[in-house]
């Protein structure tokens, strides 16, 4: 088993508000490369956050970047040809491609409503692809 | 039948206004007027039905919505109100009687004698010929807000390979959207040093696809017979004029074009609405009245906004004014009304602000100025008699606001608010750093001040 070592001093934008508040980071991350398993990053100094929320994030900046996926997907025989949807909670940044192209392909009929679930568990990623607008069928 | 207050604009600014004049009726006695709320198009939430991407209401919902599910909530409310919302109906002319005629499939022609009018109609966008970008016009330049409304609402890919001019919101939000749909982006530029849109946005949108963003960088030529072949782009100085020699060519199909929002205002304008020319958007006194008695404004059609919640704060704000003014119109209350409006004192600023907000205040009242600098600046406090607030930083690009309480304006005699650059400790949570030592920048001076006048 490997183990890498890895220390850094980085400063990351949260975004998990508008604020986007600087925080600067002095970590080390320990990896196991064998099992492909990353321990938590063992965070020497942090600062510069102004709530919680930017420490959680920056940590699994460092792990795990995730990232909310918002696209739009055919919609048939709707008021609309298109119909917004995104994904329930934050994927994982290295399938986020993929998932846009799987997305696309993605069609739903009319109606819709707002947090119906188009795709559970999408490329098993834990999030769904939900919509986010009510669309009424199509009026002749 | 009664005069009728009317909104123009069912957007997240004639919405939040509408549902707030209607709650401050019903704390109070009297018979009130309805209110009605027109817009042009097939479904009220304005520009939200085409911002999907997530950011919206977090202050107020405390959750992070896309445009469309925010104005869903704002909407859920407005019909539990039972406001009449006209859907498809265009505002045609309004004039400074407030005679309101609009137009519409389904009822015709009509004029509407109004008690009251408050323009929500939010901005358009500034287009190619205002900057004088020099070159072919091929087709396959569109402006950001434009192509936004292509993808997201008529299922199109305006074009393959695409480059951004401007780093504001909309430009980058629409480079990642561009992505996610399979073109490549291949640069945005960014005429001033310094980026336009939200940081978190810069890291979003441009650096998780690697878009690189030129900062001091426009386009000096499009060439391009039937379709866009290629840009060149130039480096710029501070006074935004192109470095020789810094050209280079860029081959793309498409340009998107993110220069700035305008104030929607030809309604006001048709009716007499004094204008400010800073903004775009009316001259308004602290109850966000314009020069016009009974007419308000608020939302983008006032000044430009950045985040949808501080627009619904300003709205809600708004609606109370209306609320207070239409009661005294129509006499129902034996209160006097607190309001004063359009006082004569007016507010000055000096080049280093763009604009500030209200224009006129009558000194009694607490105000909630709201402002935006030109250039980025450090460390500023501002400071007027004995008040003070200290801000770390000031960016164009975040509108910038701060609250006087009365009793400050009783003390104004030749007094200034003065914004000056001077040394702080900057203290950010866990640890205490000292700011940047910017004394050499005490030119960067910036004052507003407010000058007693008689009133008109």
């Known amino acids: ?140 | 039948m009664e005069k009728p207050i009317i909104v123009i604009g069912a957007g997240p600014a004639g919405l939040q206004v509408a549902i707030s004049i209607v709650k401050n009726f019903q704390n109070k006695e009297g018979f009130f007027p309805p209110v009605i709320v027109i817009d042009r198009e097939k479904h009220a939430g304005g520009i939200l039905n085409q911002c999907i991407h997530t950011g919206f209401g977090l202050a107020e919902y405390k959750e992070e919505l896309t445009g469309p599910e925010y104005a869903s909530r704002v909407l859920q409310e407005f019909r539990q109100l039972g406001i009449e919302l006209r859907l498809s109906t265009t505002v045609i002319r309004v004039d400074e009687n407030k005679m309101v005629t609009t137009l519409s499939p389904h009822r015709g022609l009509e004029k509407i004698n109004a008690l009251a009018i408050i323009f929500t109609t939010g901005c358009r966008e500034r287009a190619r010929g205002v900057i004088h970008i020099p070159g072919d016009r091929p087709a396959g330049i569109y402006t950001a807000g434009l192509a936004q409304k292509f993808i997201n609402i008529d299922g199109y890919l305006p074009g393959k390979r695409v480059v951004i001019l401007g780093s504001g919101d909309i430009g980058l939000i629409m480079a990642r959207r561009l992505t996610f749909q399979g073109a490549k982006v291949l640069a945005v530029l960014e005429a001033n040093n310094f980026v336009g849109g939200l940081a978190r946005n810069v890291v979003q949108c441009l650096d998780d696809f690697n878009i690189p963003l030129y900062l001091s960088h426009t386009i000096t030529d499009i060439i391009g017979k039937n379709r866009v072949e290629k840009v060149k782009i130039s480096r710029v100085d501070e006074n935004m004029r192109p470095v020789w020699g810094s050209e280079f060519e860029l081959a793309c199909d498409t340009i998107l074009l993110s220069i700035g929002l305008i104030p929607e205002n030809e309604l006001a304008e048709m009716a007499g609405v004094k204008l400010d020319p800073s903004t775009n958007g009316a001259v308004i006194d602290e109850n966000y009245m314009t020069s016009i008695k009974g007419i308000f404004a608020c939302g983008n059609a006032l000044h430009v906004h950045d985040l949808v919640d501080k627009l619904a704060v300003e709205a809600k704000e708004v609606g109370k004014n209306v609320a207070e003014y239409v009661d005294l119109s129509i006499g129902n209350s034996s209160t006097k009304g607190s309001l004063e409006f359009n006082a004569g004192t007016s507010v000055n600023i000096d080049e280093n602000i763009r604009y500030i907000l209200p224009h006129k205040i009558s000194g009694k009242k607490t105000v909630k100025f709201h402002f935006r600098v030109r250039k980025p600046l450090n460390d500023v406090t501002l400071r007027m008699g004995n008040f003070q607030k200290r801000f770390p930083y000031l960016l164009p690009n975040e509108m910038s606001s701060v609250t006087i309480p009365a009793e400050y304006f009783e003390r104004i005699d030749g007094d200034y608010l003065e914004l000056l650059a001077v040394k702080g400790v900057k203290k950010v949570k866990g640890k205490e750093e000292d700011s940047e030592l910017i004394q050499s920048q005490i030119v960067r001076e910036v004052k507003i001040w407010i000058e007693k006048k008689l009133p008109v």
């Open chain 1, 1 to 140: 088993m490997d183990r890498k070592e890895v220390t850094s001093l980085k400063e990351f934008i949260c975004i998990i508000c508008p604020v986007g508040c600087k925080i600067k980071v002095d970590f080390e991350l320990s990896s196991l490369s064998a099992s492909g398993f990353a321990s938590a990053p063992a965070i020497k100094s942090i600062h510069g956050f102004r709530c919680q929320r930017g420490e959680k994030y920056v940590q699994e900046e460092i792990i795990n970047p995730k990232r909310t996926l918002t696209s739009v997907v055919s919609l048939k025989n709707g008021e609309m040809p298109m119909c917004p949807v995104r994904t329930s909670v934050p994927i994982s940044k290295d399938i986020l491609e993929e998932m846009t192209r799987n997305v696309s392909q993605l069609s739903v009929e009319a109606p819709v409503k707002i947090g119906e679930v188009l795709v559970k568990n999408i490329m098993g990623s834990g999030a769904d692809i939900v919509v986010t607008r009510d669309l009424n069928r199509m009026i002749n």
